[in-house]
């Protein structure tokens, strides 16, 4: 994916600021919603092995989230009460890219969760190392992930209309995507100042939604959607 300036940054952000507990909360959110979406959407495939490989995928943010569920209550913070401000703007997204077919679902599981990992990740370099590892191993991407890649190449390479169509689904979710983070920082103060210092500025915010759009060019064009 492209330069991640956040790699080499200096821990910047105390573990006990209080923007870390609500990162780990819009997290655990996101993978819980994962969980659920991606069980439900392996009813989609016309295949076995497709309801497999989503049945697996599904078990690993299912890990992820008891990862966060712990970071959470290591700090004495119950993950349901942490998750409640978060669930309006995550299922607004989710409900404005629901998936009608299996090929829109891969997508939106390999470009769609991409997305937000990309967003996590650009911060995690001004995070302590203990906080650091918890956001980018829970953002880390299976081997699951490859079935997807070849699944989408094969059907867009064998039909100029679907890739059309999910040429127009990836910008979408692009969208949509931005459209959601932006709000979440509109909501909540504390995240909003942990990514303000994370980044610098305001201007190095916007230049952060910049590289997440070049890190989705860069998926598309895996998936054989340039």
Known sequence: MGANPSASLTPSIASDHPGVAELFAVLAYGEISAFYRLAEEAQLSPSMKGKLALAKMAAAEMNHFETLETALSDR????????????????????????????????KAYVGDGIAADFYREIAGALEPEVAD????????????????????????????????????????????????????????????????????????IALFDRMQESHAERMAVLGLI
């Open 134 to 205: 918890i956001v980018r191993d829970v953002l880390a991407e299976t081997d699951h992930s490859e079935f997807v890649v070849d699944e989408v190449r094969n059907a867009v390479a064998a039909s100029r209309q679907d890739k059309d169509r999910l040429m127009l689904w990836g910008r979408r979710l692009l969208g949509e995507a931005i459209t959601q983070a932006q709000f979440v920082l509109a909501q909540r103060e504390e995240l909003t100042e942990l990514v303000i210092t994370a980044t610098g500025d305001l201007n190095n915010i």
């Open 76 to 107: 004495g913070i119950d993950v349901f009460d942490a998750m409640a401000p978060f669930v309006r703007a995550l299922d607004a997204y989710h409900d404005s890219t629901n998936p009608s077919t299996w090929l829109e679902s891969m997508v």
